[in-house]
C-alpha cells in the first residue's frame, strides 16, 4: 500500500520525538505489535538522518515511517535520503511540496484555515495536517470540510484517547497521536516498552468505536 493508504486505512499516525538510534527500532516494535501501522519521526530529533536510516532498515515493511516537522525543502530532501516514506509539517510551505512533488513523495502539509487548506491542495498536496487541532475541536473540522469534501485531513494537537473518535467522526481520515501515545525519554526498560504495546492497543481498539 501507498502511505496515503496506509494512513487512511489505520487511521492512527504515532509521533515520535527525539528518540535515538538506540531506541528507535525498540519503539517501533512495540508500536507496530500493538498495532499501529504508521509513524513520524519528529526532524528536530538530535541526528534525525541516522535516526530514520536505522529505523527504515530494520522496520520498512512493518510499519509505514514517515518524518515529521519539516520545515523546509533541506530538511525534506535529507529525510527523505534517509528513507522517509512520507513528510508531515506543521506549516504550509510550497517550496517543500515542490520538491516532496518532483521525487513523488507524500507531503502533508500543516494548516488551519480554509485559504491554507485550498493553497495546499493547489500546489499539489493530497493530504493536509489540521494543527493545532485542538485550539478550535472536532466541530472546527466538520465546518471546514463542509464546502470541501474533496478534503483528507489528518489533525494533530491534543489527540488522545477520549477525543480520538470525535475527530475522525467529524470527517478527519487520520489522527496524529504524540507523547499521549509515545514519549520518548520514558521508555527505558522492558516492561515501559510492553506499556507502551499496551497504549497502541488501546488506540486500535478504540477505533472499533467509531461510526462515521
Do not use: W
Request: aromatic share 4%; with cysteine; net charge negative.
Amino acid at each position: 500500500m501507498t502511505p496515503v493508504e496506509v494512513i487512511k486505512n489505520n487511521k492512527i499516525v504515532a509521533v515520535i520525538r527525539k528518540a535515538g538510534k538506540e531506541n528507535i527500532v525498540p519503539i517501533l516494535e512495540a508500536l507496530a505489535k500493538g498495532g499501529v501501522k504508521a509513524v513520524e519521526i519528529t526532524a528536530e530529533t538530535p541526528n534525525v538522518a541516522s535516526v530514520m536510516e536505522a529505523a527504515v532498515k530494520q522496520m520498512k515493511g512493518d510499519i509505514c515511517i514517515g518524518a515529521g516537522t519539516v520545515l523546509d525543502p533541506e530538511t525534506a530532501r535529507s529525510v527523505m535520503m534517509a528513507g522517509a516514506e512520507f513528510i508531515v509539517s506543521p506549516t504550509l510551505n510550497i517550496e517543500t511540496l515542490t520538491l516532496t512533488n518532483r521525487y513523488g513523495v507524500l507531503n502533508i502539509p500543516g494548516v488551519l484555515s480554509p485559504t491554507e487548506i485550498v493553497t495546499a491542495y493547489e500546489h499539489g498536496a493530497k493530504m493536509v495536517k489540521v494543527f493545532p487541532a485542538d485550539v478550535f475541536g472536532p466541530n472546527y473540522i466538520k465546518n471546514i470540510l463542509g464546502p470541501l469534501p474533496h478534503v483528507e485531513a489528518m489533525v494533530t494537537g491534543g489527540i488522545t484517547l477520549d477525543n480520538m473518535n470525535d475527530y475522525l467522526s467529524k470527517g478527519s481520515v487520520a489522527v496524529g497521536i504524540g507523547s499521549n501515545l509515545v514519549n520518548a525519554k520514558t521508555l527505558n526498560t522492558e516492561e515501559d516498552y510492553n506499556q507502551l504495546t499496551q497504549r497502541a492497543q488501546q488506540y486500535v481498539a478504540k477505533l472499533t468505536e467509531l461510526h462515521v
